[in-house]
């Protein structure tokens, strides 16, 4: 399976891909989030690190451009390293910043607005598209690497 495609009707449904998301996730996970402003790509990363173990809040890391937090994976401690690029005028800002360093192999990137950093941003192993669609929301998601088809391959979604 390359792509999965499925309708979330509500927050709960967003939240229980997250979860699935977490079951799935693997150290250098590389994630591009994609929507508008609303489509809840905070929410879906809130959910996913919640389920992965992380207690305390997750905030969208709007004006900090990123957010560290520390899970573990079967009984390995992991960097997942929350971004938000949409504040940020230029790629350079990107490099600037650091952030290319935070794409190691061993650290779980999660990106949103991706498009800001063209073309100096790492390439993803997962795409995750959301639109609105309705009160829910339509998701994508496109594994472009083995880890991202590892990734979907593993995914295990609740029945609708």
Known sequence: MQHLTTHLPDESATAALGAALARALAP??????????????????????H????????????????????????GVAVNVIHFDLYRMSSPEEFLDAGFREEFNGRNICIVEWPEKADPVLPPPDLNVLL??????????????????????????????
């Open 28 to 49: 250098g996970l590389v994630i591009h989030l994609h929507g508008d402003l609303g489509a809840g790509k905070t929410a879906l990363t809130r959910a996913m690190l």
């Open 51 to 74: 389920a992965a173990g992380h207690v305390g809040p997750v905030r969208s890391p709007t004006y900090t451009l990123s957010e560290p937090y520390r899970i573990e994976l079967d």
């Open 131 to 160: 639109n609105v669609a309705g009160q829910g929301r339509d998701v994508e998601l496109q594994a472009l690497s083995p880890l991202g088809l590892l990734c979907l391959e593993r995914l295990e979604l609740p029945p609708p």
